[in-house]
Every structure is written in structure tokens, then in C-alpha cells.
């Protein structure tokens, strides 16, 4: 029987993933691996009658047996960004240990644009996609957008302000749902190419920080006006409200990526992968209107 391993798969893209798997496309549990740092925060899955492994990214010894068996596998890319490099070195251990232990195929969540994106850690991106395709291994990317919910991070406090601190200029993203992102990942793991694949997935349309603000108005009903700053006096306000130091370099890094059309690519992977269009966002800030009040 075919076997598909998910890693990162106790976090919230992971889940959703194998979610999509058993229920739209019909993957049996007994098909799907369900891989962790700690498994025992998926004792639900194995509930359901899905085999569950270790897999810890700072162990390369151990990767090999873990994948051992594994015909598709999907590298989650992990959220190691205490020191740099360090999220690569786990990446490039992962793509060597499928190498070793066979792997048929391996399936990778990189990001838009990643060898020329003014990210921070885009370069972490870059370089697993390289080392995949240098494995030699076939495989699938799926290049995932932004996602919608990391605006909930931000847009309760700036409505409370009424204001959005921006240096994105004129810059666009096409915010997409973690759900449809996960939706799509599934579909291409159940149904995946015969050959290589990269595929972005984004949503429906790119929007700058004022049509946000615009939407995000009509839905809440309370004004919220971007004040744009350039990247030195956002970092100077985001120090001043204590925003941890090492975090910094990395926010302005995605305002500056927005600024200079990074995000601002829209495709309809999604809806080829997973069958369906992306929520659109005003529909999201509907749905989470509670979120930002």
C-alpha cells in the first residue's frame, strides 16, 4: 500500500492537511503517516486509525527509518528561525534522509518567489528547493502564499488604533486561507504529477494595505487608515512597542518584499489542486469578524 508521510503534522497546516486527505480525497488512514517532534499530541490521529512517527529535524540520525516505507513525503517546512541556517540544515537533512530511505517522491511548502525575495529567510527556501532537485528525487513544491490568518495578528490592535502602520507602499499580496492552502497540498499528494511540479498558491486576487483597510472597515464597521512610514521609521515603532529585536528584521522584510511586487502574483493552483476556488478575504474577515473587535 502506498504510504504518505506528513511532518509538522500536530501544527495547524499539518492537521488540516491529513483532514483533506481522509475526507475529500478519500485516503484510507491506514495510507497516511502522521509525523511529529512529539507524537504524542496526535493521539486523536492514531485514534483513527493513523500510524504516527517521530520526526525530529534536529535529529538527522534518526530521519532515514523514520521515512523508512514512505512513498510520497511532505516536508513541512519548520518554523526554526532562532538562528540562521538552521531551518536549511533541517530541510537538507530531511531531503538526504528520503534519499537514503528511498522515498518515491518528496513534496515541499516553500514560498512565492523564493530565489528572488527580499524575505528574511527566503534563502531557506531557495535552498531546499535546490537540494530537492538535487537529490534527484521527483518531486512537487508548493510555493504557499500568505496566509490571511497572520493579518489577524496584527489588525485587531491597529483597529483599536485606528491605525495600520505600513511600509508596503503601494505593494500588493494575494492573501490566501490556510484551509485552501491545505486543501491543495492534499489534492496534489493524492493525485500528484508524473513528472517535477512547482506550484504557488495564492488567492483569488492581490490587495494593497489600503483595499485591506477598505474591507476591513466594511466589515467591522470601525474606520482603520494606513499610515505609510518607510522601513526605518516602522522598525523604530515596532522596537518601541516591544516587539522582541530578532523578530524585527524579519517584519520589515516582508513589508519590504510586498513593496517591491514579491507578493504580488496571483495563480488558480488552488482551485486545480483542491477542486475549488480560495476564499476570498473579505468572506475570511467575515468569518473572523469576532477576531477583530
Known amino acids: 500500500m502506498s504510504k504518505i508521510l506528513v511532518t509538522g503534522a500536530s501544527g495547524h497546516l499539518g492537521r488540516l492537511v491529513i483532514q483533506n486527505l481522509t475526507d475529500a ?19 486523536d490521529l492514531a485514534a483513527r486509525g493513523i500510524e504516527t512517527r517521530r520526526v525530529d529535524f534536529d ?34 537533512a530531511a531531503v538526504a534522509a528520503a534519499k537514503a530511505a528511498g522515498v518515491g517522491r518528496i513534496f ?42 497572520n493579518l ?17 507602499d503601494k505593494g500588493k499580496n494575494a492573501y490566501v486561507a490556510r484551509a485552501d492552502i491545505a486543501a491543495a ?8 504529477e508524473s513528472g517535477n511540479a512547482i506550484y504557488t498558491l495564492t488567492g483569488s486576487i492581490a490587495l494593497s494595505t489600503e483595499e ?4 476591513v472597515t466594511d466589515v467591522s464597521g470601525k474606520p482603520l487608515t494606513v499610515v505609510h512610514l518607510n522601513d ?12 522582541p529585536d530578532f523578530l524585527i528584521p524579519m517584519l520589515i522584510s516582508f513589508e519590504t518584499n510586498t513593496r517591491a511586487g514579491g507578493f504580488d502574483v496571483v495563480t488558480d493552483d ?7 476556488a480560495p476564499l476570498d478575504l473579505k468572506s475570511f474577515l467575515e468569518a473572523n469578524k469576532d477576531t477583530l473587535a
Not at 524575505?119 to 508548493?142: L, R, W
Not at 485591506?212 to 474591507?215: F, Q, T, V
Not at 526605518?232 to 516587539?243: C, D, P, R, Y
Not at 488552488?270 to 475549488?276: A, E, T, Y
Open 25 to 43: 480525497n478519500k485516503v484510507a488512514p491506514s495510507g497516511i503517516v502522521a509525523a511529529s517532534r512529539d507524537p504524542g499530541k496526535l493521539a
Open 59 to 92: 535529529d538527522a540520525s534518526s530521519l532515514a527509518n523514520a521515512f523508512a516505507g514512505i512513498d510520497r513525503l511532505l516536508i513541512i517546512s519548520t518554523d526554526a528561525l532562532d538562528r540562521p541556517g538552521r531551518r536549511l540544515e533541517q530541510h537538507t
Open 108 to 149: 515541499y511548502t516553500s514560498m512565492p518567489k523564493p530565489e528572488t525575495s527580499l524575505v528574511s529567510f527566503a534563502p531557506d527556501h531557495a535552498g531546499t528547493e535546490k537540494a530537492i532537485e538535487e537529490s534527484g528525487i521527483p518531486y512537487t513544491i508548493f510555493r504557499n502564499g500568505w496566509y490571511m490568518e
Open 152 to 168: 489577524l495578528m496584527s489588525l485587531p490592535q491597529s483597529l483599536a488604533s485606528g491605525q495600520w502602520y505600513s511600509a508596503a
Open 185 to 192: 497540498i492534499a489534492g496534489g499528494l493524492a493525485n500528484p
Open 212 to 215: 485591506i483597510a477598505a474591507l
Open 232 to 243: 526605518e521609521q516602522l522598525a523604530g515603532g515596532m522596537k518601541s512597542a516591544g516587539v
Open 270 to 276: 488552488v482551485k486545480k489542486l483542491s477542486g475549488r
